[in-house]
């Protein structure tokens, strides 16, 4: 049976993916999105069930409230281990980690994609991220600019419905035009934020020859809050809620469980962009775990996506299908992308497929402040030190950014439980003295998270192996991965300006460093660090300048196959420092674009 042909066939339907076609969609061009997950998850209905599975979890990590699909697996933290070399085949969780370091990021594969437990945080890069060989002598340049991307940043915050403000996020050289303001006015900032704003002002730190400014900014935040009336020349803007449940989730109700689930979906998810590229003409196809690029040696044009299609998660059956267009899109995820590239021969050209795998290192420090500051309400952070993000110091070192965290020190103690504990153990106490004393610890509480600035490096990869299969008999991940002295020299800068702030404020330093079960565990001039991953997958298909040295072009097209475009944050040829989602989201704009100029 001769199955449809459409204008554009899509793997992966997340943030990219919805994206895509939507806006094809828009155009009236028939759009086919091949999904590995079920598409239980787009009812009101299934998102309670993970929002009660988030409930009933012990361990409240990214992907707790979703159920893990054998036959699309996905990587969980609770599954990290220290690599051993050379893994066994029955190696626990979805990744084969080689190491030396973990990788230790995950994401979920299900309808709507990582969105469902991201932080929400919507930044743009600054423009020297996008020429760091040419500025700074280190990584790559992109080969499209800041100026570029810029239109597409604002589409991308029109979709997201970004809340922030434009005065506060005009630093290092980031630009607006006249008159733009953000869908929706920034997220009030905590109790916490507050403290840091006022105990900061007038704070710099030198490195080399220069002294740089230590700013708390509020964060650009993909969630409802206030609609400003003046977006979008007067129109105003309408926050979306609930998916199949729109009067629920219009403002952000402070839950502060933003990851791993927001339990009234105020923030956003892909599932909204991806409901209105349904309405429209795109076709979903769920429970297709796409197998294979089909490519005609001949023209080197793709020809189709070969796919399983499976009935029961819990079953190794399926039927094989191929779905076939005139434009292909991959955008299943950095490594998901990769994999599918490097099992089906595609993209050879420059042997970059899956190489250049970055994350951002993720390093925690934590103290006391002097008087409580209400941690544990809110976002999970709504203001960041964002000035320290470019300079100089990055011919020789990591830029980095940090967190505020509005959550004590949940997540490098499992505080509060762990304080409760200690306090009976240790100091015996029970009763209103028990409950005093939590309150007066956990009241207290501060951390900073800092994103580690990581560059691209051809050995930190994604391969593939037939002795690592998965139940359907997919390839699962095999990574090589390690940090790099310029990133761990980031880290010690991190640490030393943190220690700074901490003088500064009053707080009492508790950090401490150790080899943690399932952490990556580094060493910079005789001082350890533990860090985690950011869940931040980014490389392994970047953009470049020619097919000798990227994967993809400026027009997001994969140089060896003309009707083939690769889109996600796999394309972005440098990880810089910010969080990669608005990025991924303004590329899919321009490729979707692009796609359309193809089809005419």
């Known amino acids: 049976m001769t199955e449809p042909r459409y204008d554009v066939v899509i793997v992966g339907a997340g943030l990219a993916g919805s994206i895509l076609a939507k806006v094809l969609g828009k155009a009236r061009k028939r759009v086919l999105l091949l999904e590995a997950a079920s598409a239980a998850g787009l009812d009101p209905a299934t998102y309670r069930s993970y929002v009660q599975q988030f409930y009933l979890a012990l361990a409240k990590v990214p992907n707790s409230p979703y159920p893990n699909n054998p036959d699309a697996p996905s990587p969980n933290v609770l599954d990290i281990q220290t690599p051993i070399v050379p893994p066994t085949p029955d190696t626990a969780g979805y990744f084969v980690q080689r190491g030396p370091q973990p990788f230790g990021s995950d994401y979920t594969r299900t309808v709507g994609g990582t969105t469902l437990h991201w932080f929400g945080h919507s930044f743009r890069m600054v423009p020297n991220d996008f020429k760091m060989r040419s500025t700074y002598g280190v990584g790559v340049d992109w080969p499209i600019s800041y100026q570029d991307l810029e239109p597409y940043y604002r ?87 609930a998916v199949g449940d729109p009067y629920t989730g219009q403002r952000c109700e402070g839950n502060a469980s933003c990851i791993p689930i927001c339990p009234v979906q105020a923030k956003y998810n892909a599932r909204k962009t991806l409901a209105d590229a349904l309405d429209l003409r795109a076709e979903l196809v769920t429970q297709a775990v796409a197998s294979k690029i089909e490519i005609d040696p001949a023209s080197g044009r793709v020809k189709g996506i070969s796919y399983k299609r499976y009935n029961d998660p819990k ?109 009976v153990n240790q100091n015996n106490l029970f009763g209103p003295e028990l409950r005093r004393r939590v309150g007066d610890i956990v009241s207290s509480q501060v951390r900073l998270g800092f994103l580690i600035e990581q560059l691209p490096e051809s050995t930190n990869r994604v391969t593939i192996d037939p002795a690592y299969l998965d139940q359907l008999g997919n390839y699962r991940p095999i990574i090589d991965y390690d940090v790099s002295g310029y990133s761990r020299a980031g880290m010690a800068a991190a640490k030393a300006v943190s220690d700074l702030i901490y003088q500064r404020m009053g707080v009492e330093d508790h950090t401490e460093y150790d080899a943690w079960p399932g952490w990556g565990y580094v060493t910079y001039q005789n001082a350890g660090y533990t860090f985690t991953g950011a869940g931040h997958f980014l490389g392994t298909h970047r953009m470049g300048f020619t097919k000798a040295d990227s994967v993809v072009d400026r027009r997001l097209r994969s140089w060896d196959h003309e009707n083939l475009y690769l889109v996600g944050c796999g394309s972005m040829p440098t990880a810089a420092t910010s969080n990669p989602s608005l990025t991924m989201a303004a590329l899919s704009f321009l490729a979707a674009e692009n796609i359309l100029k193809a089809l005419r």
């Not at 900032?189 to 840091?196: E, G, I, P, R, W």
């Open 155 to 241: 589409k991308a915050e029109g979709e997201i419905g970004v809340a922030a403000d434009v005065e506060d996020q005009k630093y290092l050289g980031i630009t607006f035009p006249d008159g733009y303001v953000y869908p929706m006015f920034k997220i009030p900032q905590s109790f916490v934020d507050q403290k840091f704003v006022e105990g900061l002002k007038g704070m710099t730190v030198r490195f080399g020859e220069r002294d740089y400014e230590v700013r708390a900014i509020s964060t650009p935040q993909g969630r409802n809050g206030m609609p400003n009336p003046s977006y979008d020349g007067g129109k105003g803007y309408t926050p979306r809620g």
């Open 315 to 423: 079953s190794k059956e399926y039927t094989t299908h191929t779905a076939r267009g005139a434009i292909y899109v991959i955008a299943a995820h950095s490594i998901e992308s990769a994999k599918l590239l490097l099992a089906s021969g595609a993209v050879k050209s420059s042997g970059e497929v899956g190489r250049n795998l970055m994350d951002h290192p993720f390093i925690s420090t934590w103290g006391l402040a002097p008087e409580p500051v209400g941690a544990f309400r809110g976002p999970g952070s709504s203001t960041g030190i964002e000035t320290l993000r470019d300079g100089e110091f990055r011919r020789e070192r990591a830029a980095f950014r940090a967190d505020i965290d509005n959550w004590g020190w949940g997540f490098v103690t499992n505080s509060p439980y762990s304080d409760v504990t200690a306090l």
